[in-house]
């Protein structure tokens, strides 16, 4: 079992006339939108027509008892490759806000006909990147939004049935990184995950998605919303109390850098000044906390507890549009999809081995000089560092072992593939074996479980 495991088991701006037009082969079943059970079809038939690289799993299931489901696209997609990164789009947190659902099976579908085709930029995805898709995080909520009669309302289906706002509802680690500095793996920390969730009830979908984060060793993440137009990156939370300021976290640069990878790639966002043209967006990007503060949101959890790089994307200013705008969004944000998967394959990778045994050495710290923000290796002592183009100083440090020297790198602007390799032989300390620091959240968790 996994270490990983054992931790935590703890735009109305072009609205309806440009939205007609032709279709394309690309566009497989944008003509409805589709419901919990079509959702499920379109899955199963994905899976049915391209079975050597997609597989359907389930995370967990809602308060009404629908599966999360989750299409991973790779070429061996039962598997963690060694030195293969993982990444993942999560759709439909918010079951009314249903484009990037809609775009995510249209994504899907269109990755498994491509590759049959021979399409070389989705054939490299697929062989170098295992891609997890979550279409509907919140099916619930969504078949409310979706049962409601055009137009729709702003706010039936938002939350989860039991009127649960899931951005809201993740263990809010960002007091702690403005009381502390820290943000490097809080979970690992029990009296800070103690703290994170004291008193917080994790609804079924949040907890499933929480567990999966924390299983599985994600390196660059989005989580798709609606409702404005815009790609939104951490800290959302501002330390202050005030509604918005900028919270720059320590990886501020790289984050502007995959965010306006999004937004750069979509002129509708590109050119976003916000869909009440009140915000002061930059080329499509914008700080989460600049623009509105939110605590508990998933975005700042992937960061603050696991090494996961996640922004938030906002794709449509209509959250639940006609059917008949849905090809206007494919077209829109296709390139940006493929080109925000890419991202996971520059920057810095590589394997973090024992200079005696040969063996990877999994928990090992990457750390760059002058980003105080440390990821950990995975279990086959790979690791993947996202960092935008520029010259790093990097280091491994490791629970019994001699830190490595720095080891200076330029990263090259990123196209697919352009990661540095990387590299790093450590020298045993002793034999003493590293502590088991993991299981920490789901003890606490239980321990609050039980005490209800
Ligand atoms: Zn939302």
Redesign the pocket.
Known sequence: MSRYVLLISVIILYSTSHAMGSSDDNEIELDKHHNYKDMTQILKAVNKKCPDITRLYSIGKSVQGRALLVLVISDKPDVHEKGEPEFKYVGN??GN?VVGRELLLNLVQYMCNEYKKGNDTIKYLVNNVRIHVLVSMNPDGYEQAYNTPFPKDYMTGRANVRGVDL?RNFPDFSQIECSTEDSNHLALNRDYAREAVEGLILEPETKAVFEWIMEIPFVISANL???DLVANYPYDNTCNGKTREYHECPDDKTFRYIALSYSQNNPAMASSTGCDRSDHFHYGTTNGAEWYSVRGGMQDFNYLASNCMEITLELSCQKFPPPQNLPYYWRMNKNSLLTYIEQVTCGVKGFVNDSSTGAGIPYSRIEVRDIDHYIITAADGDYWRILAPGTYDIRVTSQGYDDSPYKQVTVPDCTAGSAIRLDFLLNQQSKKEIKDELGTMRAILRSLENED
Do not use: L
């Open positions: 947190m918010h806000e951005n919303h609606g409702g």
